[in-house]
């Protein structure tokens, strides 16, 4: 079974580009949830996802950033024009679909970096 | 307001000695606490968690201790191997429909263990 994915691992990008980050869960989950963690700092809750559901986007920034987890596929966060404040480890982690008590399953992450 | 502190941002603890790692809490209504273990470029790892109905939980070397008047938990590593040096996150959660799976990060403790 294999674990949670992400690519890309790492990713570069000059201000105002966009990025895309993309986050498949392990088999059988269906929640999903991004974290972002900045340099010298713990991982911060962004958003939690069901299949094609938003349950959860309490930690996003209201603008340039966005989720979805659609019926087919991974799930994306997508950040648009970025800023070099955006450069920062990106987890996606997944949990089964029995309960709120679950433990979420992390994938190795995506490093952005803004030039 | 940062719900989950880790005040010890690193410890360094002899091979074979008893590595203790703390965490404070403010929210009273968390009901789930994880501690993760996390090594450079992977991601976060589950280690072990405890219900907030239990103030006990053992797996192995490791022991996490929870005490809910203080709102404090504590990971104990007995005996401490050098492969157990990581960075070590505290994380709470509330059992809740609408917060399901939403898990809050300490900033981490850097484990070094000497050989």
């Known amino acids: 079974n294999a674990g949670v994915m992400q690519n890309p691992r790492h990713l570069v990008r000059r201000r105002g580009q966009e990025a895309r980050l993309r986050c498949s869960p392990m088999?059988?989950?269906?929640?999903v949830y991004w974290y972002r963690q900045l340099p010298e700092e713990g991982l911060k809750f962004m958003v939690y996802l069901q299949k094609e559901n938003i349950i959860d986007e309490s930690g996003m920034p209201k603008e340039r950033f966005s989720a979805e987890f659609p019926k087919e596929g991974p799930s994306i966060l997508r950040i648009q024009q970025v800023v070099r404040g955006d450069s920062a480890a990106y987890f996606c982690?997944?949990?089964?679909?029995?309960?709120?008590?679950?433990?979420?399953?992390f994938g190795p992450g995506t490093r952005l970096l803004v030039l | 307001d940062q719900q989950v502190k880790q005040n010890s941002p690193s410890l360094s603890v002899q091979e074979g000695r008893i590595s203790i790692l703390n965490c404070d809490y403010t929210?009273?209504?968390?009901?789930?606490f994880l501690w993760y273990k996390k090594y450079p470029a992977e991601g976060p790892t589950f280690l072990i968690s405890?219900?907030?109905?239990?103030d006990k939980n053992e797996d192995g070397r490791f022991t996490v201790f929870l005490n809910k008047s203080a709102k404090h938990l504590s990971l104990h590593i007995v005996p401490s191997q050098p492969g157990d040096s990581a960075v070590y996150f505290c994380?709470?959660?509330?059992?809740?429909?609408?917060?399901?799976?939403?898990?809050?990060f300490g900033d981490g403790t850097t484990l070094t263990v000497k050989p």
């Open positions: 982690a997944s949990s089964p679909p029995s309960g709120a008590q679950e433990t979420q399953y």
């Open positions: 088999k059988g989950h269906s929640h």
């Open positions: 994380a709470a959660s509330l059992f809740d429909n609408t917060n399901a799976g939403k898990s809050t």
């Open positions: 405890i219900s907030s109905i239990k």
């Open positions: 929210n009273s209504m968390f009901d789930y």
